[in-house]
């Protein structure tokens, strides 16, 4: 297993899955449950398929932005801050998150 | 240093204990208060449908509040507040933490809201040796699983408790459409409509106050129009675009605000 990109632990857990990649919203209809959701930034509009979400992995956040708060809350393992999470992972791509060291890794 | 005073008896008389959360805590309830809730509600006890509702209600809650107030502040909409000792009602080691959506429903900032079915939502849960800090912009971070450590949950609803996972589930799914309809409201406003919106949004932060004074609230002819037709200052655009903050920016960041706080900047979570 090797680090694919880093971030900041926001909600603690680790899950492995399936990345679906959300650029826009023309995208929510890829996530199925237990997908791992890949996005530069979440917003409120997204509360269903993060609701779906096993794990959320964001480009940009801190500890208190959205996609922090709301994992938090729901208690789904979550990664801010990575900064180029969406051009490092790939759709369908299977990794694990481990949001208690802030890390996406390859699977096998 | 009386407008700063002012600020801080506000906050003493808010939260008393620990009005800063200098000591990690946010505790808006006193002892008696702690008591009369823990006798007063029907708790519910944790299990693995009621939790997976209850934690779908906490994201719908958080995605409303966001999409209605842009933000997550104490004065707009909701208060996390705790941990409140309750092993006298729960047993050793146990405690609660409330998480209060006191105003989801705020018609003086969207008049779309009067339809609203809810007002106000707020979760509690009781937790056996639960490790968790509230920061002072109402905020917690727990190293902790904190729904393998819930034992009893609590849901009232403007007032009344929603006891089962069906009802929790009816509320939430009613959320987070409405979060939706209003995150699509939002996109389609202008931007001197946004611009306007964000004013009457700040202004509002001591609505009560200016209420109880018999003050309008509400931003002032003159105020509206220094900002009309104007951009945005350089830094805050930036900011909405999701810029990363420089080290040089930490550092100012800390000695303007409280040097403690570095679950904002630093990548570690606090211990």
Known sequence: ?108 | MKVVNFYRKILEAYSPEDPFSYHGTNKMYNKEEVSRITKRLKWQQNNPEALREVNKLLASLASITYAIYNDFFPCLGREFHGPYDVSKAFGKGTCMISRDYFNIKPTHLWKHCKNYKYKSVNVLGIYRNLKIKFDFWGNYISLDDMNRKLLYYAVIVDGKQASTPKRIKEISEYLAKKTVEQVRRVDRMSFEQTKLQFQKMAESFFKEMYDAAGIDWRPTREMKEKIKGKKLLKHFTQWAEGRIITPKEIKRGKRILDPRINIHYDKKVPE
């Open chain 1, 1 to 108: 297993m090797s680090v694919i990109v880093k971030g900041i632990p926001a909600s603690q857990g680790k899950v492995r899955g399936k990345v679906i990649i959300v650029k826009t919203q023309k995208d929510y209809k890829k996530v199925k449950e237990g997908d791992i959701l890949v996005t530069r930034h979440t917003d409120p509009s997204m509360v269903l398929i993060m609701q779906r979400a096993a794990a959320i992995v964001t480009d940009q956040g801190g500890l208190t932005s959205h996609a922090a708060v709301v994992s938090r809350e729901m208690g789904t393992p979550c990664i801010v801050g990575t900064k180029n999470g969406t051009k490092k992972l790939k759709d369908k791509q299977v990794i694990e998150v481990d949001a208690d060291k802030g890390t996406v890794n390859t699977v096998g």
